[in-house]
């Protein structure tokens, strides 16, 4: 059976309210001792100042004075019972009877001085508690006093009552008290525990952070306890960074690799004359469509939703590479992105995507291109229009297909159109062509929005 909670805030908890338990009833404990012993002192020396007085009624010759014993009657405090025993008789106030032999034998024999031993006054005071007065119990002082006649017992008592009355009086206020100070300390507790606690919580957040792609590594400014994790989790990023690169890396030198030689094949097989029966013709579609389905199962494998690309910085990065290039055609191309929208695709194939499609739009303009970009239902639709003579409608689903050209004037294998329309589904989006307003045509990505 668990005792503790499993969660470190509960533990703590759990085992501060039991420390604080214990440590307020130690302090009851011992404040009650404490209170309870300065109540018997007082009562002691009330007591004993008392059986002074009446040890002074004792005469040398074993007397009791009497006379002045009704003198000092008025001295004693009420409810205080005495006894006097001497071998010449007895004198007592309230009830109190004789210390008995046995009661005296139970109790500590007194120290004398040597130097005193002869002394009537030698014997020191001291305690004793009985059911002397009718049952009750009592706290009283006793001692011997030295008489020609012999030992006389002088003995002096208060009913416990007395001593036990002003220490419960005094206990409601201090369990009270108690209870306040167990009521403050549970407060603090809290407090403590979700100050104390807070960079662990804010160390959660950093990792959601990471996992989300909303950061690249934890803080380093972190408590002490916590550096070490901090290290040791950042460590880890980087080594999943780095492992997460070399396998783009790999997985794109292959793409570029052998998509281009096998639909370059393809398009020379597909000549006339050059494969009568069609047999080259489906090697190589089954060649090319192996190789699509690994390079897509490698590359889908390491696309994350921790990765987050900002769309301006590709969008206008590629913006001013297009310039210089085609600064000889004099078309204009603006960007209009909003700075805060970011995509779930890495930045080297959304840089492929935007940039085989910008600058199909830089070739065929008249005089602007626009880079555009808005999120919509969750995703994010990045639009490139141009105003040149577009693509009919009934041509557009050709001209995403692999190694499709519908112009043969200008340069390259056309593969532009297919490898963006491919990079965008791996990414779970798509690419569709449409009308531009202004006449030309649109590119329309749809892609991930980052978490």
């Given at each position: 059976m668990r005792l503790l909670p499993r969660s470190i805030r509960g533990r703590l908890l759990a085992l501060s309210a039991i420390a604080t338990l214990i440590a307020l009833i130690v302090a009851g404990v011992a404040i009650g001792s404490?209170?309870?012993?300065?109540?018997?002192?007082?009562?002691?020396?009330?007591?004993?100042?008392?059986?002074?007085?009446?040890?002074?009624?004792?005469?040398?010759?074993?007397?009791?004075?009497?006379?002045?014993?009704?003198?000092?009657?008025?001295?004693?405090?009420?409810?205080?019972?005495?006894?006097?025993?001497?071998?010449?008789?007895?004198?007592?106030?309230?009830?109190?009877?004789?210390?008995?032999?046995?009661?005296?034998?139970?109790?500590?024999?007194?120290?004398?001085?040597?130097?005193?031993?002869?002394?009537?006054?030698?014997?020191?005071?001291?305690?004793?508690?009985?059911?002397?007065?009718?049952?009750?119990?009592?706290?009283?002082?006793?001692?011997?006093?030295?008489?020609?006649?012999?030992?006389?017992?002088?003995?002096?008592?208060?009913?416990?009552?007395?001593?036990?009355?002003?220490?419960?009086?005094?206990?409601?206020?201090?369990?009270?008290?108690?209870?306040?100070?167990?009521?403050?300390?549970?407060?603090?507790?809290?407090?403590?525990?979700?100050?104390?606690?807070?960079?662990?919580?804010?160390?959660?957040?950093?990792?959601?952070?990471?996992?989300?792609?909303?950061?690249?590594?934890?803080?380093?400014?972190?408590?002490?306890?916590?550096?070490?994790?901090?290290?040791e989790l950042n460590a880890l990023v980087a080594d999943n960074q780095a492992a997460l690169a070399a396998a783009r890396g790999s997985a794109a030198n292959l793409a570029h690799g052998l998509k281009t030689p096998i639909a370059t094949l393809a398009l020379v097989v597909g000549e006339a004359g050059r494969d009568p029966d069609g047999r080259l013709a489906a090697l190589v579609a089954r060649l090319d469509?192996?190789?699509?389905?690994?390079?897509?199962?490698?590359?889908?494998?390491?696309?994350?939703?921790?990765?987050?690309?900002?769309?301006?910085?590709?969008?206008?990065?590629?913006?001013?590479?297009?310039?210089?290039?085609?600064?000889?055609?004099?078309?204009?191309?603006?960007?209009?992105?909003?700075?805060?929208?970011?995509?779930?695709?890495?930045?080297?194939?959304?840089?492929?995507?935007i940039g085989n499609l910008a600058d199909n739009a830089m070739r065929w303009a008249r005089s602007r291109v626009v880079i555009g970009a808005r999120a919509a239902s969750g995703s994010a639709i990045v639009t490139i229009e141009d105003d040149g003579p577009g693509i009919p409608a009934v041509e557009r689903d050709r001209a995403l297909a692999k190694g499709a050209r519908l112009d043969e004037r200008g340069e390259g294998h056309g593969f532009g159109l297919a490898i963006a329309h491919e990079l965008a589904i791996l990414y779970g989006g798509d690419l569709t062509l449409g009308d531009a307003p202004d006449g030309g045509l649109t590119a329309t990505l749809t892609l991930p929005l980052a978490r």
């Open positions: 404490i209170l309870e012993r300065f109540v018997v002192h007082g009562a002691d020396q009330r007591l004993d100042n008392e059986g002074f007085v009446l040890a002074s009624l004792v005469t040398r010759d074993g007397a009791i004075d009497r006379t002045r014993a009704a003198e000092i009657e008025a001295g004693f405090a009420p409810g205080d019972v005495w006894r006097i025993d001497t071998p010449s008789g007895s004198l007592s106030r309230g009830g109190l009877g004789p210390l008995t032999k046995a009661m005296l034998d139970r109790l500590p024999p007194p120290h004398l001085r040597p130097d005193r031993r002869h002394d009537r006054d030698a014997s020191p005071w001291r305690p004793f508690d009985s059911d002397l007065i009718d049952g009750e119990p009592v706290h009283g002082r006793w001692r011997t006093v030295l008489t020609d006649a012999g030992p006389a017992t002088v003995a002096v008592a208060t009913p416990r009552e007395t001593i036990t009355r002003p220490i419960l009086g005094a206990m409601a206020p201090l369990i009270l008290s108690l209870l306040a100070l167990g009521v403050l300390l549970a407060i603090a507790t809290l407090i403590q525990l979700r100050l104390g606690l807070r960079p662990l919580d804010r160390l959660r957040d950093d990792i959601a952070a990471v996992r989300n792609g909303r950061a690249e590594r934890l803080p380093e400014d972190q408590p002490a306890e916590l550096a070490p994790l901090a290290g469509a192996t190789v699509r389905h690994h390079l897509g199962r490698a590359r889908a494998s390491i696309a994350s939703e921790r990765v987050v690309t900002p769309v301006i910085a590709v969008a206008e990065g590629l913006a001013t590479a297009l310039r210089r290039i085609h600064a000889e055609r004099g078309v204009v191309i603006d960007v209009a992105v909003p700075p805060e929208l970011t995509v779930a695709v890495d930045r080297t194939d959304l840089d492929e995507m």
